[in-house]
């Protein structure tokens, strides 16, 4: 169907972002073109904002369809299959941690090849990979993962430690090993996040420091939002 | 006042979604230049995003002012007379169908002029008629319409629709007549959806199925946001 | 460090502002790397957007990388000292009056420079000196100050008043003193709005003009967002 890995992998990042747009409409009242259009935008959000920024190019999808189509039918697939099935959460946690390490290397990749300085390539690479997912949060009024609400624990950070791998190996290690490695490094250190429980340090304001009402009053705030 | 009906039209479709966006700020704490805000980014928030991606050439607004200055001075009055006129809901739900009728179908024309896929040209359709609301919608943090939320019943399916009719009629009917027709389409069962309570299946997953306090829980939601 | 006072200008508007994006983490669940991303998108959020829509070439902090390290750098340290210090928030107040000001005249200057017309040029000075923060709301969850929530009185009003000055005066004044007495416009106008509670006339339709409950039900808004 593709004629190199790499495709067959974007293929898959963009079925997987999909899925998990689609699946935020959990629980609120959002119709199925409404889920089409999350699965759309957090498919292809960051990778837009990304050529967006970098202006070199047209936006990737605009040259090819198939990412729009694609999303566009993982995203109706789940909302046919989401009223039949459960599905295990940290399954998808998974393959989402699979789409952020894929995108994120694509978007260093591409940053690169626009000769953009290295702190910009980590940049980008963060970008391409969490901000389809940002959208996503916003538009359906949740904690944004990458500030660290929901399962969000060092979602972004991830990406960051693998796009540094990814600058700081080139010359010394063979591209394409060097891309899988980087991928290799965001997806283990993710998994180790959502179940070995890493966490970052939370904001602490010297107001808010002794209240340690704090912590239990705001996960409230992700129910009822 | 201007050289073709299309312009006419683009003023017309101004002027109402700058009303919708001043509207928007009905029961919030928003000061005049919010409500001037909200006006601006509605009326010109869809035609930015589209031309913004399709990035074939300068922005619209950039070249001709008054579509900035039609929906300052469209928002302005607004505020002035929202406080002494009551309107009917409804009628202004009508004039927002004309307008989405009118973007959807300039956008698709933009598309097309930049030689897009058929796919994209309704996707540019339904951007250019649908994203300056949404943008609204989260800026006043509502639930957006194009989801689902509020009276956005069939909202960017009607845009779907038209820009279907005006991409497969390509060929078989005189272009200007096609749009007229698209249009027409896009207007009408968007009547049919506010009026006659069209409705597109909501995303129930195989957790809430069952939950028939989901509907009632959600719907109270938009009252306290 | 500088070569120009403007630059000198430029980096202690970026300082303020990603100082406001860190701390809009107070009481909130955002870990540091959330916290760092708050501090980057405010402080070049509004820039950015500038350059987007004028598109006359790249966009500023892609040319000049120490815009998103100095934000970065800044937030961190945001994030450290927050909590161990207690500010005062009106300091940060009048820090990011100062801001708005630079940023907002840096944007008119960047506007003339793409010879657009003076409404837009005006508003290009308040995107870039609000738009930052309005996304920074977005994303927080807060009423985005610019439709005049939080502490958000005249905020954008200011830099609309500053930018006005910018464009009548041009021809009349010395260009440099002229962008000096703009500045000096908006921030002291700013002030005089958060110390001398200046207030713009808020949205009143005619449905809720007599309900008085109106006004004592919002502000409660804030405090659970």
């Known amino acids: 169907m593709f004629s190199q890995p790499l495709l067959a992998a974007e293929f898959l990042g963009t079925v997987v972002f999909a899925i998990t747009g689609a699946l935020a409409a959990t629980g609120k009242r959002i119709d199925i073109f409404g889920v089409m259009v999350l699965a759309v935008v957090t498919a292809v959000g960051g990778g837009t904002i990304r050529d967006l920024t970098i202006n070199n190019g047209p936006i990737f999808w605009l040259e090819e369809t ?44 591409k940053a690169q090849m626009a000769d953009l300085s290295p ?64 991928m290799l490094v965001i997806f283990l250190t993710r998994l180790a996040a959502i179940f070995g429980n890493l966490r970052l340090p939370k904001f602490i304001d010297a107001g808010h420091r002794l209240e340690s009402h704090e912590e239990a009053r705001n996960p409230s705030k992700d129910s009822d939002q």
């Open 66 to 109: 198939w990412y729009i189509s694609t999303a566009l039918i993982a995203g109706l697939v789940t909302f046919i299959l989401a009223r039949y099935l459960r599905y295990p959460r940290r399954l998808l946690l998974i393959f989402d941690a699979a789409g952020i390490s894929l995108f994120a290397i694509i978007g260093a990749q």
């Open 119 to 182: 702190l910009l390539v980590v940049m980008m690479a963060c970008i391409t990979a969490v901000a389809g997912g940002l959208i996503r949060d916003v538009l359906t009024n949740e904690d944004p993962m990458i500030l660290g609400g929901g399962d969000g624990e060092l979602y972004a950070t991830c990406t960051i430690l693998g796009a540094m791998v990814f600058v700081l190996g080139e010359g010394y290690i063979d591209p394409i090993l060097l891309s899988y490695l980087a």
